[in-house]
């Protein structure tokens, strides 16, 4: 029972992004709770979302989240939890902009639930924030994370983005180091790729920017390994790493496979052994369900095959791993003998070496 709700509107869109945004200088709060409530209202009229008795899990996404009207945010929680209670300890997520941390909205979003944040930080390095076009400053970040966590919200994950080009110049060592100088719970690792649908696409297509190498990408890749686990840190996911008990419990659902709820433009579900997806953009998912309709732009059942391969790909993200049995005895064999994956009882997972090639190793396990 995790439900994810997206925020979809941006103060801009950064370089890198290809998300389903909508950027606006005012938010149109009051319009997006109301047409989040009448999906929900939709969706928990169906099985097996009707046969939910508590909300494990809810995770606010997007866009930006934080951006939403404090009091918009605080009714959207009040009419989900009134519908469907919150389990005991659920963990309540709001992605936030480092510049939208201010004492009030953090007094009002642990008075609406909100129990963890997840701080878009991407780096410390104010010409890579510029480049990033990040609506923040670099000293926004050590003084939301006060603000945070002197209002009582102390669960805080921190976002990073590695494998920049080479002509920033980027010190990602340096970035690490003022990351976990701030303490934070939880850091989440994307390696930057280039979307073609995104600014930094078009640069890219005239010419303008040269993307990172593979090389420079797997040394940054196992730097952070290497600190966070010095850290303290449990590197528990390809691209997260927790200290003891702080692991992401919403995303740790979708890595497990449980099903789960998206509402708002472009959200995706997993539910009854089939995916589906929203409209994406923000006009067309609100003007759906104002006349009535389903804002649904598609749904797919997956077939047994692609429900194993799916299981194989997030066993392989974790250091859960999966039985070994699901794997063919010959690749398993390569793995080992390659230094990409260990064997923990009758389970295999992959090494940090293996994560750095897990797209790869899928395929070869779909090909074999
Ligand atoms: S804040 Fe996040 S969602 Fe919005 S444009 Fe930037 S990367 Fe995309």
Redesign the pocket.
Known sequence: MHLYVHV???????S????A?A?RREVPSGRFVEAALTEWTQRRRESPVSEWTTLHTLYLG???PSRLAPDALGELLDRLSADLPLAAGAEVTL?A?PDDVSEAAVDAWRRAGVNRVSL?VQSHDPAVLAW????HSVDQVPAAIAMLRDGGIDNLSLDLIFALPAELERDWTADLERTLALAPDHISLYGLTIEPASPLGRWLARGEVVPSSDDRYAAEYLEAHRQLVAAGFEHYEVSNAARPGRRASHNSAYWTGAEFLGIGPGAHSFLGGARSWNLREWAAWERALAEGGDPRESAEPLSAAQRRLESIYLGLRTTGGLPGAELPESTVATWLEAGWAERIGDRIRLTVEGWLRLDALVAGVEGS
């Open positions: 979809p509107f941006c103060a801009r869109r950064c890198y992004c290809d998300f945004i950027v997007g866009g930006t992605e902009n878009g990033m076009h990040r609506t």
